[in-house]
């Protein structure tokens, strides 16, 4: 026969310590940047998926219509190539990006903090 328990098994104290505390308290304009630099990234990441597909389509079209076993090793080539230039380009973005999430900067619209 199956038990089903109605409490938990282990007694643990839900009051919180007294020594440990986190303080939730950034300065508003730190969060407004935290939060453009967020937007940032979703159309960083964005824009560059929607390069990335336009290439591969692309690429795609080309060796379909490609006549030869020399121009489709050309074309592969070169999609790898471009492909390794631009999630390189990419990343170096996205490196920058995450600079802004974790060290928010003061802009022209922002006052230095």
């Known amino acids: ?3 089903i328990a109605t409490k938990d098994k282990l007694e643990t104290d839900r009051s919180p310590d007294r020594d440990f505390r ?7 304009f730190a969060g407004t940047a ?3 630099a967020w937007l940032d990234v979703g159309s960083e990441i964005q824009s560059f998926y929607a390069d990335r597909i336009r290439e591969d389509v ?3 079209h ?7 076993p020399a121009e489709l090793a ?3 080539a070169d999609f790898w190539r471009r492909a390794v230039t631009d ?3 990419h990343a170096g973005r996205m490196t920058e990006l995450a600079e ?5 900067r003061g802009g022209d619209g922002y006052p230095k903090t």
Not at 22 to 28: G, L
């Open 100 to 104: 802004r999430l974790w060290f928010p």
């Open 1 to 3: 026969m199956t038990m």
């Open 87 to 89: 999630y390189r380009a």
């Open 74 to 76: 050309e074309i592969q």
């Open 22 to 28: 986190i303080q939730w308290s950034i300065e508003p």
């Open 58 to 60: 692309s690429a795609q």
């Open 62 to 68: 080309r060796i379909l219509h490609c006549r030869t």
């Open 34 to 36: 935290m939060v453009d």
